[in-house]
C-alpha cells in the first residue's frame, strides 16, 4: 500500500487527543498504514529491569499512529493540505492541492523561488496601483480646492445675507415681547 506521507514531512493532527500539533514525521509503516511523529501521541511503558546492570522505570514515547489522522503541511504556504501528483522535469513528485508547490525536498526550492516571483510582482502591480490612486486623489483634491476658493466668497455673500435676515428676525420678534 503507498502512502502519500513520507519520513521527514511535517504534518497537522487532524483528529484524535492530539488535534491542532504538528510535528515531523520520524518513521512510516505502510503495511499497517501508520505513522510515527516526534513527541505525539506520547505514551509510558512500565520497564522491568532484565539484569542487576539495567535500570527498570517508566519510560516515554512516541508511538505510531493512523496516517489518515495526519495532513501534510505545505512547506511553501504553510497550510495542511491533501496531496496531488504531478510529473516535474520526468518525476512524478507530491504537490499540494492548494498552491501547487512540490512537497518533495528536492523540488522544494524551485517552488519557493517562484512562489518569490509572483509575490513580487504582485507587490509591484499593488505598489503601482496605489501611486496611481495616489495621483487621482492630488488631482481630486486640487479641483477641489480650486472650486472651494472660486465659491468661497459667493458662499461669504450668501452667509452675511442670512445673518442680516436673522438679526431682522430676532429684532422683530423682542419688539412684539415688549408691547
Same mark, same amino acid.
Given at each position: ?11 497537522? /493532527?487532524? *483528529? ?8 515531523? @514525521?520520524?518513521? @512510516? ?5 501508520? /505513522?510515527?511523529?516526534?513527541? &505525539?501521541? &506520547? !505514551? ?9 546492570? +539495567?535500570?527498570?522505570? &517508566? ?10 489522522? /495526519?495532513? @501534510?503541511?505545505?512547506? !511553501? ?5 491533501? !496531496? %496531488? ?7 512524478? /513528485? ?9 512537497? +518533495?525536498?528536492?523540488?522544494?526550492? $524551485?517552488?519557493?523561488?517562484? @512562489?518569490?516571483? &509572483?509575490? *513580487?510582482?504582485?507587490?509591484? #502591480? ?12 492630488? #488631482? !481630486?483634491?486640487? #479641483?477641489? %480646492? ?5 465659491? $468661497? ?10 445673518? *442680516? ?6 429684532? $422683530? ?7
Amino acid at each position: 500500500m503507498s502512502m502519500n506521507i513520507k519520513t521527514g514531512d511535517n504534518v497537522l /493532527v487532524i *483528529s484524535g487527543k492530539e488535534k491542532g500539533k504538528t510535528g515531523k @514525521v520520524s518513521a @512510516v509503516y505502510p503495511k499497517e498504514n501508520k /505513522v510515527l511523529v516526534d513527541n &505525539i501521541n &506520547i !505514551v509510558t511503558k512500565h520497564r522491568k529491569p532484565r539484569s542487576q546492570q +539495567d535500570k527498570g522505570g &517508566i519510560v516515554k514515547k512516541s508511538a505510531p499512529f493512523d496516517a489518515s489522522n /495526519v495532513m @501534510v503541511v505545505c512547506p !511553501v504556504c504553510g497550510k495542511a493540505t491533501r !496531496v %496531488s501528483h504531478s510529473e516535474v522535469g520526468g518525476k512524478k /513528485v507530491r504537490t499540494c492541492k492548494k498552491c501547487n508547490a512540490s512537497l +518533495d525536498k528536492e523540488f522544494v526550492k $524551485a517552488s519557493k523561488k517562484e @512562489v518569490k516571483k &509572483i509575490k *513580487s510582482a504582485s507587490e509591484l #502591480k499593488s505598489a503601482t496601483l496605489k501611486q496611481a490612486d495616489e495621483v487621482k486623489e492630488e #488631482k !481630486v483634491e486640487k #479641483k477641489a %480646492s480650486t472650486k472651494s476658493t472660486s465659491k $468661497a466668497p459667493a458662499k461669504k455673500s450668501t452667509t452675511s445675507k442670512e445673518g *442680516s435676515a436673522s438679526t431682522k428676525k430676532s429684532t $422683530a420678534s423682542t419688539k412684539k415681547a415688549s408691547k
